[in-house]
């Protein structure tokens, strides 16, 4: 399954020098807001051991990684929420995106403005989250106009839906994201059918680039969400943000593994071995009859599948079966 990851902050945090460190590709990174108003893209390999050593024991000869997908997005400004800078089309690219690496920049560097003249990183996450808001203000409010006429007819379904937007709808009025809000099985499919900013996760990523360490202990005490902190200039950090991005949608990893390719497959947690293998094609959740499965440390310590059935090690799996993230499995059809 895809997996991408905005990054999102104000101007001159370093989004763009932090998307060229992760993906080695070369985007725009002067020292002036707007410079990247066109997202680019790149696609980076979640740091995972397990994979190579299966690839080795196999003697594969191709080796697919999971991968994280990041879209550099241009810097945001307070009033975006209006159209300010160029809001509306930042925040459409951040509609597009499954999760959001927000970036906050704790370093003091008189050569890089800062869009607010001086560097308080909490601020900067206050901005960034209220234009958030604002923009699902927005959303939530229309919509809920356009329901008026369904409501007022009793259709069921947009009586549920409502329900759903309006305490929504006063969540954001407080200022808050509304990830937290819990939904009912029969509220979420509305609710994700408008691409809501604030459902989005939001991974906090401290850019603390020879930050003094005292500021960063301050900040790192108050940060209102899970966090990372790198350094892109120096390349650290860069691991932990892959995988945090990764594990931000509560995804996990399963493998293949055989002469012709050894891959990794990215999954929801608590998968069923079926949904499982709707990752690699539909027919493999509609047909499925069972799966074979070994937790791959398991399967390298046997040195080879026939050791590792003698051993009982590779067990015979049904429908039912929740895939764990490490295991190695082969599908019947």
Known sequence: MSLKIGIVGLPNVGKSTLFNALTKQSVPAENYPF????????????????????????????????????????????GAAEGEGLGNKF??????????????????DKDI?????????LQDISIINLELVLADLETVSKR???????????????????????????VLEAGKLTRGEALSELEAPFVSQLQLLTQKPILYVLNTSEANP?????????????FVEIDPIFGAGLDTLITAAYGALNLMTYFTTGEDETRAW???????APRAGRAIHGDFEQKF???????????LEASSYPKAREKGWVRTEG?????????VIEFKI
């Open 91 to 108: 925040l459409s690219h951040i509609r597009e995106v499954d999760a959001i690496a927000e970036v906050v920049r704790v370093f003091e």
């Open 289 to 299: 009859i069972r799966a074979d499965v070994i937790m791959w440390d398991k399967l």
């Open 214 to 226: 005292t500021v960063i202990a301050e900040v790192r005490d108050k940060i209102p969400g899970p």
């Open 144 to 170: 809920l106009m356009s329901l008026g006429k369904d409501v007022k007819a009793g259709k069921k379904e947009a009586i549920i839906e409502q329900g759903a937007l309006e305490r929504l709808r006063k």
């Open 319 to 327: 429908k039912g079966y929740i895939v764990q993230d490490g295991d």
């Open 266 to 272: 990215t999954i929801p947690k608590d998968s069923t």
């Open 35 to 78: 410079c990247t108003i066109d997202p680019s893209v790149g696609i980076v390999p979640v740091p995972d051991e397990r994979i190579q050593r299966l690839s080795e024991f196999s003697h594969s000869a191709k080796t697919v990684p999971a991968v994280v997908e990041f879209v550099d997005i241009a810097g945001l400004v307070k």
């Open 113 to 121: 403005i800062h869009v607010a003249g001086k560097v308080e990183p």
